[in-house]
């Protein structure tokens, strides 16, 4: 079973920083763009970065300059470093990809459990 699991989520101050992580795991052939999404409470989930197999990078307009998005290929990887946090950046962040597994045909939409993102003061 291909797998994506986040960490680094918690609590930070205003103008503070986190620092999120995702891995994925399984019989997996190739992993195509990899992203964030986040979803605030009462809020419909929006893509918050992208960044595709060959390293282009989308980031959303709320988080751009203060948001990096970066992946590891070999170690199927990819990372999210939120720096100037803001309390509107509070909401659970998912991690995403399109899989292609061994044996199996097409590329699966694969998301991992979301993580908690407070910034609170």
């Known amino acids: 079973q291909v797998q994506l699991v986040e960490s680094g989520g918690g609590l930070a101050q205003p103008g503070g920083f986190l620092r999120l992580s995702c891995a994925a795991s399984?019989?997996?052939?190739?992993?195509?763009?990899m992203n964030w999404y986040r979803q605030a409470p009462g809020k419909e989930r929006e893509l918050v970065a992208s960044?595709?197999?060959?390293?282009?990078?989308n980031t959303a307009d709320s988080v751009k300059g203060r948001f990096t998005i970066s992946r590891d290929n070999a170690k199927m990887t990819v990372s999210l470093q939120m720096n100037s946090l803001k309390p509107e950046d509070t909401a659970v962040y998912y991690c995403?990809?399109?899989?292609?597994?061994?044996?199996?045909?097409?590329?699966?939409?694969?998301w991992g459990q979301g993580t908690q993102v407070t910034v609170s003061s």
């Open positions: 960044i595709s197999s060959t390293g282009n990078k």
């Open positions: 399984g019989r997996i052939v190739s992993i195509n763009d």
């Open positions: 995403n990809a399109g899989i292609r597994e061994i044996l199996r045909p097409g590329w699966r939409d694969c």
